[in-house]
T-cell receptor, first 115, second 108 residues
Framework: ETGVTQSPTHLIKTRGQQVTLRCSSQSGHNTVSWYQQALGQGPQFIFQYYREEENGRGNFPPRFSGLQFPNYSSELNVNALELDDSALYLC??????????????FGPGTRLTVL | AQRVTQPEKLLSVFKGAPVELKCNYSYSGSPELFWYVQYSRQRLQLLLRHISRESIKGFTADLNKGETSFHLKKPFAQEEDSAMYYCALSVNTDKLIFGTGTRLQVFP
């Protein structure tokens, strides 16, 4: 069963501000990915972290950055927020010994609104 | 370019009717394809993956490399199948590329 949690549930920021979103994966899930899901769209890959290092990045600017910690938690940081950053941000983790099937376990998401 | 296309935003059927949710992909390599589902007020979860050739909750999906398709099918829809369905392509096991999703509504 997935035990991926995310905080906060909802967040409202203003343009230009910075935000940190948090994710806690299950023990043993050493790979974490972040996705942005705009309204009416499918999730878009932001980046992935493996053993605390970035391991793949989607088409997002450098103001999107992340951290992964040894305790299976991770953060997504977004600087200089823009209105278009308003979206649901999803965290997904994968077990250490996952098969090549790439099954990822998703958290419930954080809804970010930028005013 | 790597891309997943789900042409239907909404698919409405009556209970007991057959369902086919369309998915087409664009990828030059050997694709790994998935269907993810999101029920109301629940998180995104894996429904099935092409490589395991399984049937989950009566749903099946066959990879057709010639037509670059991975359509999701169920012969008899149930009301509890109402949800948002996303087709996804795995690239280098690093990321999933999702389609825009199809909302399935099953009426009683």
């Amino acid at each position: 069963e997935t035990g991926v949690t995310q905080s906060p549930t909802h967040l409202i920021k203003t343009r230009g501000q910075q935000v940190t979103l948090r994710c806690s994966s299950q023990s043993g899930h050493n790979t974490v990915s972040w996705y942005q899901q705009a309204l009416g769209q499918g999730p878009q890959f932001i980046f992935q972290y493996y053993r605390e290092e970035e391991n793949g990045r989607g088409n997002f600017p450098p103001r999107f950055s992340g951290l992964q910690f040894p305790n299976y938690s991770s953060e997504l940081n977004v600087n200089a927020l823009e209105l278009d950053d308003s979206a649901l941000y999803l965290c997904a983790s994968r077990p250490l010994y996952a098969s090549s099937y790439n099954e990822q376990f998703f958290g419930p998401g954080t809804r970010l609104t930028v005013l | 370019a790597q891309r997943v296309t789900q042409p239907e935003k909404l698919l409405s059927v009556f209970k007991g009717a057959p369902v086919e949710l369309k998915c087409n992909y664009s990828y030059s390599g050997s694709p790994e394809l998935f269907w993810y589902v999101q029920y109301s007020r629940q998180r995104l979860q894996l429904l099935l993956r092409h490589i395991s050739r399984e049937s989950i909750k009566g749903f099946t999906a066959d990879l057709n490399k010639g037509e670059t398709s991975f359509h999701l099918k169920k012969p008899f829809a149930q009301e509890e199948d109402s949800a948002m369905y996303y087709c996804a392509l795995s690239v280098n096991t690093d990321k999933l590329i999702f389609g825009t999703g199809t909302r399935l509504q099953v009426f009683p």
